[in-house]
Nanobody, 121 residues
Framework: VQLQASGGGLVKAGDSLRLSCAAS????????MGWFRRAPGEEREFVAA?????????YRDSVKGRFTISRDNANKNTVYLQMNSLKPEDTAVYYC??????????????WGQGTLVTVSS
């Protein structure tokens, strides 16, 4: 599975962005998808995950109610991260990943290249 993340950019606090992660490969629909981020000088951290059948989702506490993860298995083999009410502390490089539905990055076998999100105050 190859992953291509896109949609990052420079926005102001309170704005919205939608990240996309396009997957190639026939096993996409069988894999959970996750979004992680790494802020400057920080460790990579879990943001959100969605199960293969979209039946379950998980979020880190700081993004609950603001971010929504979704996926389109049928048509586009794409996972999305809708980010609303962005805050400066959301500034990071965002990575999509495919693997087992979990908060731990070690359980994801495939990773995209990252897309930068910068939120100005």
């Amino acid at each position: 599975v190859q992953l291509q993340a896109s949609g990052g950019g420079l926005v102001k606090a309170g704005d919205s962005l939608r990240l996309s992660c396009a997957a190639s490969g026939r096993t996409f629909s069988n894999l959970a998808m996750g979004w992680f981020r790494r802020a400057p000088g920080e460790e990579r951290e879990f943001v959100a995950a969605i199960a293969a059948n979209s039946g379950s989702t998980a979020y880190r506490d700081s993004v609950k109610g603001r971010f929504t993860i979704s996926r389109d298995n049928a048509n586009k083999n794409t996972v999305y991260l809708q980010m609303n009410s962005l805050k400066p502390e959301d500034t990071a490089v965002y990575y999509c990943a495919a693997g087992i539905f979990a908060r731990s990055s070690s359980l994801y076998d495939y990773w995209g290249q990252g897309t930068l999100v910068t939120v100005s105050s």
